[in-house]
């Protein structure tokens, strides 16, 4: 028997806490150079305690088929990936409209 979720109080199988929190985020995705000229994609802005940062980070990075890392609430891919990260972003539930790239 499935229980009850503390936030939306409907059964865990029902929950639609993950959905609301992925439309509410305001998510900043840029690059930045790093050491010999690499650069990193920089995905920011998104809440650590309702999304789930290393599983979002597992999926970026294999769809992508880069390296990267989260921590500090900041998600790090290898390489220049803004506009394919918008895209994958949007197809995992987010909002486009909040997604800013630089």
């Known amino acids: 028997m499935s229980g009850i979720c503390p936030k939306c109080g409907l059964a865990e199988a029902l929950c639609v806490c993950e959905t609301i929190a992925k ?21 920011d802005g998104i809440d650590q305690k309702a999304i789930d940062l290393k599983d979002l980070s597992k999926k970026l990075k294999s769809k992508l088929a880069c390296g990267g890392t989260a921590k500090n609430g ?20 987010f909002a486009g409209e909040s997604i800013v790239t630089h």
């Open 23 to 43: 439309e509410e985020q305001q998510i900043s995705v840029s690059t930045v150079k790093r050491a010999f000229g690499k650069l990193t994609t920089i995905v």
């Open 74 to 93: 900041v998600i790090e891919l290898q390489g220049d990936h803004v506009q394919r990260v918008k895209t994958e972003l949007v197809n995992l539930g």
